[in-house]
């Protein structure tokens, strides 16, 4: 169930027609989705306290509601190692359209999923799970299923993921946490249900997942009635 407060981060969107990178992990954090550790800084000074609150290295993302695909406009900056390289890289996404701050978070590292969500006009809410990143497209492996989920709902769809035998930790490599990941995207799921009518899509690529975890590297909520 939607509180007040998720209520409020939703209908600051409707300007834009979506949710600001920040407020949307906000509002996954209050649904109990861990995020990577992060500020939104609208100063180049808050950026630097930020870094170093945070730690090296760190992220850095655009802040605009004018840019909705930050990494088509050289909005995303990875691996800064120091003040100097996060002023300058606060200096250069400043020239962005529509600029209101920087996000600056930590770096995690981990297999890149896809998790994402359509309010489907005949069927209403559908959860997607599959190998995300930058190669999304490419690999076209993913699992579809209509919430709500149940844990063995999420372990039915990796079990349907042609790279699971990745996620178990394929030639000696770490099988990542999947209960992490199945209590993750039940949540998920369970907000897709509560944003029906609300939003029309929500994308977390990449879901990054370890043996230490999951967390949503990127959160994406497009708004019902925008493009």
Request: aromatic share 4%; net charge negative; glycine share 12%.
């Amino acid at each position: 169930m939607l509180t007040e407060e998720m209520r409020a981060i939703i209908e600051a969107g409707r300007p834009q027609g979506w949710v600001l990178e920040p407020e949307a992990k906000r509002l996954l954090a209050l649904t109990g989705i861990p995020v990577p550790r992060h500020v939104w800084a609208r100063e180049e000074a808050a950026a630097v306290s930020a870094g170093a609150a945070i730690g090296y290295p760190v992220a850095v993302k655009v802040v605009s509601p004018a840019i909705v695909h930050k990494s088509d406009v050289g909005g995303v900056v990875l691996g800064l190692n120091s003040a100097g390289e996060l002023r300058d890289a606060f200096l250069g996404l400043s020239a962005l359209q529509g600029f209101q701050g920087v996000l600056v978070e930590e770096m995690v590292a981990g297999a890149e999923l896809i998790l994402g969500a359509k309010d489907d006009y005949q069927f209403g809410p559908v959860v997607l799970l599959g190998m995300g990143g930058t190669a999304v497209e490419i690999y076209r492996d993913t699992a579809l299923r209509m919430p709500p989920l149940t844990g063995a709902d999420v372990m039915s769809m990796i079990r349907g993921l042609k790279a699971e035998r990745l996620l178990e930790g394929y030639r000696g490599g770490e099988p990542i946490d999947f209960a992490a990941l199945s209590d993750l995207v039940v949540r998920f799921a369970r907000l897709a249900m509560d944003l029906e009518g609300l939003a029309a899509s929500m994308d977390l690529n990449p879901l990054l997942c370890s043996a230490r975890g999951c967390l949503a590297a990127d959160a994406r909520i497009m708004l019902a009635g925008k493009g």
